[in-house]
Nanobody
Framework: QVQLVESGGGLVQTGGSLRLSCAASGRTFSDYRMGWFRQAPEKEREFVAAINRSGGRTYYADSVKGRFTISRDNAKNTVYLQMNILKPEDTAVYYC?????????????????WGQGTQVTVSP
C-alpha cells in the first residue's frame, strides 16, 4: 500500500502561482511512477502531468505545457507540481497518483494509488 497526501491548494488570482506537494508513505517511493490529475465540477478526471521513477522524464497535457512543472524528490518521498500563469480553467481538484507498472502515463486506470485531492481555485 502507498498512502498519498496532497497539499498546497488554495485560491489564487489569474496569472498567479501555486505549488502542490504530494507526500507518499508506505512502499518505496522511487519504485513508482507519479502523476497529477485534476477534476473540475461535472467533468471527467483528466491527466495533467507525470514523471518517471528517477525524475529524468516528464510528461504534460497540452493545456499546461510551459506553465506547469512536475518534479520529485525521492529522498523526501514527495512529488511536486509547480503551477504558474494560472487561468480560471485550471480550477479543479488536483489529485496525485502512483503507479508501479504504468506504461501510458496519461491513462488514469494505470495508476494504483490516489490521494484525496486538493482544491485549486483560480479567480478571474
Amino acid at each position: 500500500q502507498v498512502q498519498l497526501v496532497e497539499s498546497g491548494g488554495g485560491l489564487v488570482q489569474t496569472g498567479g502561482s501555486l505549488r502542490l506537494s504530494c507526500a507518499a508513505s508506505g512502499r518505496t517511493f522511487s519504485d513508482y511512477r507519479m502523476g497529477w490529475f485534476r477534476q473540475a465540477p461535472e467533468k471527467e478526471r483528466e491527466f495533467v502531468a507525470a514523471i518517471n521513477r528517477s525524475g529524468g522524464r516528464t510528461y504534460y497535457a497540452d493545456s499546461v505545457k510551459g506553465r506547469f512543472t512536475i518534479s520529485r524528490d525521492n529522498a523526501k518521498n514527495t512529488v511536486y507540481l509547480q503551477m504558474n500563469i494560472l487561468k480560471p480553467e485550471d480550477t479543479a481538484v488536483y489529485y496525485c497518483a502512483a503507479g508501479w507498472g504504468v506504461t501510458s502515463y496519461t491513462n488514469l486506470r494505470e495508476y494504483d494509488y490516489w490521494g484525496q485531492g486538493t482544491q485549486v481555485t483560480v479567480s478571474p
